[in-house]
């Protein structure tokens, strides 16, 4: 199993960023997905989650209304489109099989950083 993320950087409180994952070594379209971030001194926290078939998925209650998940089971990609950043937001983000709070944490990625400032 093999999850990379992409897309972290810096952005100003505000902005938008849209986080990628691709997965190789598993059959991607028998899992639901789900993305977590660890802030600094933080425990991990999973903030939005997608089922195999991309026909439900569920957002923490932390950034409902600006995070989207989203997956494309013919590319092995699962995507994470965050809107509104803000300060709190600064974490690294790394996807993980499974979904919601059932997120594998053995089969996972590295992360990629997310810094919300000025």
């Known amino acids: 199993v093999q999850l990379v993320e992409s897309g972290g950087g810096l952005v100003q409180p505000g902005g938008s960023l849209r986080l990628s994952c691709v997965a190789s070594?598993?059959?991607?379209?028998?899992?639901?997905m789900t993305w977590v971030r660890q802030a600094p001194g933080k425990e991990p926290e999973w903030v939005s989650a997608?089922?195999?078939?991309?026909?439900?998925?569920t957002n923490a209650d932390s950034v409902k209304g600006r995070f989207t998940i989203s997956r494309d089971n013919t590319k092995n990609m699962v995507y994470l489109q965050m809107e509104s950043l803000k300060p709190e937001d600064t974490a690294v983000y790394f996807c993980?099989?499974?979904?919601?709070?059932?997120?594998?944490?053995?089969?996972r990625g590295q992360g990629t950083q997310v810094t919300v400032s000025l």
């Open positions: 993980a099989m499974g979904y919601a709070d059932t997120w594998s944490r053995i089969y």
């Open positions: 070594g598993f059959t991607f379209t028998n899992y639901g």
């Open positions: 997608i089922r195999a078939n991309g026909g439900n998925s």
